[in-house]
DNA sequence: TGAATAGTGTCTTTGAGACATTATAAG
DNA sequence: CTTATAATGTCTCAAAGACACTATTCA
């Protein structure tokens, strides 16, 4: 019996955000700290409910808002910033222990930021590389050299380490591999880079989240041979050392075709 | 202050079906007929809401054997069948004018079935043409020759149309669009056919899906020269007239590498 | 016989990958 | 000077697209 509005089993709505960014050469995940039970002292993806009368992505760019001072950039509108997306949704009966929650994950790709949590009324949101949250994060970079596993939780305040609270470890996974196949067919790399960038530190992106090397000479003539995927600002600069880099701002393109494939193991 | 359980609003979570099919060279939607307000009289994706302890790939498989009696596959088994996974959850406060409904939309691939709708407790299900019901459907096929536009919706209780009930067509071009672009790197076409099928067959799932013609000759080299993609069966046969064409059944390849690229318009 | 579909082969073009070379900065 | 990064060019190979040709059935 479809939509039977009389008698219906109550739910709690949630959404959770994976928001992801590239600082030190390494994938970043925000994370905040639980101060109640369940899974207290535990490392939990940012989020919140859904309220009375809110749409799911406007919920989810509150809650954007409140833990990191971001304004989100809704799909459909052209001006750089923040990317916003709906992920999946994560609704097995006991993935909370004191009720059923129904949580819509979405997917954030932010820039590296000055202030890396301004604000927010969760005093303890950090980022985390998410090869420290992930039991098989990402391969290391060329000259990464991470801890090994991932010992304690509960114990130090400091440095974010998985498993996460909850379900959302498997969230972190699912919005991580999200992000890796989204920058094979589309310009969503940009996203992670400043308004003007150079081609290096788009290629830096890229390999970041990848977990790969790649040709700096092959990737400059893809990436700016792909039309509307960049376009000159007119500029230079030289903070990356070395001979002076054009920089770019994101075209109007969001389909990448051909696509950037990545690297076979 | 994320998960306070104590106070919350109140949803009620549904699972909608976009359920997907070939049938007489055209993509085909499974609908029902609403027989109560609002839009009563309107046809709407089939589904339901989310029991009280059942996981939410669990409900739609159930709705999908209320409404087809078929068994969905669920991702991670071999044996084929029909595919069924998650395709996103629409929240917005209004879409239901009764009361505040989130639904989970799933996305399923089914054969051609011998028996159209079997069964079932909802008895006006019914296949019906998604250039029909959407208002931008897929481009015609080589040989077909639709109907103009949709003109009435709640008049014919025969011949399905749009637009349908609630946010439903939506939903249903998102899904239509997924099928469309899991069929380029994927190897979810063979999810349209029956266990055992010809190249040609294979072909036209392509083409009726995308709307598109393409080269039976470059089709048949890209498709048994992509390693486990398809596994000759043996046998072979002259259902489709003409030269006998070898059998096949689907290969353990879900992935497809590299990609089969829908072509530029 | 002709019409229809299946299957193989050939040629051309496009694009990815490997790698050489030159340009321009900092120390 | 050396070193680091940027940018362009060249060669080779893999794969897609266009299309000729043969094979096997049915009417």
Known sequence: ????????????????????????????ALVVRRGEPPHRGRWALPGGFVREREDLA???????????????????????GVHLEQLATYGEP??????????????????????????????????????????????????????????GAVGDPGVPRGPLAFDHDRILADGVERARSKLEYSSLATAFCPPEFTVGELRRVYEVVWGVALDPRNFHRKVTGTPGFLVPSGGTTTRQGGRPA????????????PPMLRPEA
């Open 1 to 28: 019996m479809p939509y039977d509005p009389s008698a219906f089993p109550p739910f709690a709505v949630t959404v959770d955000l994976v928001v992801l960014t590239v600082r030190r050469q390494a994938l970043c």
């Open 58 to 80: 406007a919920a989810a760019a509150r809650e954007l808002g409140e833990e990191t001072g971001l304004r989100s950039r809704e799909p459909g509108t052209e001006q750089p």
């Open 94 to 151: 006991d993935r909370d222990p004191r009720m059923r929650v129904v949580s819509v994950a979405h997917l954030v790709l932010a820039p590296d930021l000055p202030a890396p949590v301004a604000g927010g009324d969760a005093g303890s949101a950090r980022w985390a590389p998410v090869a420290d949250l992930l039991p098989t994060g990402p391969p290391p970079g060329p000259d990464a050299s991470e801890g090994a596993g991932r010992p």
């Open 246 to 257: 054009q920089l770019f701002r994101a075209g109007g393109a969001t389909l990448l075709n």
